[in-house]
């Protein structure tokens, strides 16, 4: 058993302890680097944890994956949570008009668009041309003998498949990540002042762009098979469109959802292989599992450890009654080791099955981009692993230090 990121508290008193004060808000020390023994903490002591500002935390599978199916039960809808939080800002337009933060009928118009957009043929047709990129990308590590993991691989995938998803011009695809990264860290459940002035801004300048490219895409559609943008501005065959805020944000939700989240698949995949040589050696001598390894790396290290919903009427869940109103968060990562869903649960097998994580949600928000996710993390880790399966670290991995999104902003290796 591999003991770098220990999963459990050594101590049961501290671990009762942590899970009886648990606040998302002043999280216990480590946390942000290693959460899981907090999760297991909770899921032991208190599962249905309830938070000092009124709302619950869920540490289990089962009551997860029970809020995810009941949609009726459990809204997506933001507004509530998100006034007091953004205020009258642009920040706040943007998040309560994303379909990810809205029930039906938003959700369900703007989610028929999406959809139609990632069909099978779309996404078998991305494999040449991710595995080019990512080719090139190894090659300058291979000329330089060293690399980041995150700068050089990670992050350098995913800017070019969603760019290529909404045909956005190549020479324009500079400031997408620095606004993405800007606007989804303005979700964090604590915000600095200037993680919102940030986020302001970010959604500012998207949308000043955006509105260009909107424009100059109405002039000259593509092809609403396989440019998402080209379809959103189209809409439905029987006439449903997008208002222009609900276009222009969901364009900006889109490009952010499969940006950072993909990013830490794949640098959480390739750090957790350090940690677990074993499993590092049975993928490369395996590479036919590269389908099931990251599944495991969602399920393990969740890219996005925590959702939410909020009760639209009164329920019980897991033996404790909540009123209508009721802020839930779902704790992803905390589901996914969850031992009464997973064998051994901190134990990284990339030959896993079943792995029903919930990494990707579930129910009718269910990633929308997941096969394009898992497309992304099977032939970045699988041709990096190939090429490179004597990879080391070549100094201190930098963590993200955030509680939703789970990744690195660095990881030096030599190659
Ligand atoms: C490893 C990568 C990814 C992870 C872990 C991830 C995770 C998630 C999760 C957990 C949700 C559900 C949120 C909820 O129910 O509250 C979601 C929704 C969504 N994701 Fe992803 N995602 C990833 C990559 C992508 C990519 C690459 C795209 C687009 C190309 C994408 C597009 C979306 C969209 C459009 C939704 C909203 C779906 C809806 O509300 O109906 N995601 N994602």
Redesign the pocket.
Known sequence: MNQRTPPRFADPDAARTVAQTFDLRRPPADYYANPYPTYHALREHDPVHRLPDGGYFLSRYADCLAV?KDTAAYS?DKQREFAPKYGDSLLFEHHTNS??FNDPPL?TRV?RI?AGAFTPRAIADMEQPVTALVDGLLDAMAAKGRADLIADLAAAV?VE??GN?LAVPRAERGPLREWSLAILGALEPVLTPEQRARGERAVAGFLDYLRRLVAERRARPGDPERDVLTRLIQGEADGARLSEPELLHNII??LN??HE??T??IGNGLFALLEWPEEKGRLIARPELSRTAVEEV?RFE???QL??RITTRAVELGGVAMPAGTFITLG?GAANRDPAEFPDPDRLDVAREPNRHL???SG???????N??RL??RIAIGRFLARFPGYRLAGAPVRGGRARFRGFLSIPVKV
Not at 364 to 370: D, E, N, P, S
């Open positions: 995810y997506s379909l990810v959700h989610r999406i995913p498949v969603i998803l939700f889109i959802a499969g989240t993909t830490n698949l969602l969740s890219s996005n959702g939410n992803i990494a990707f949600g009718a928000h269910i990633c929308a981009g997941l394009v996710a992304e993390g």
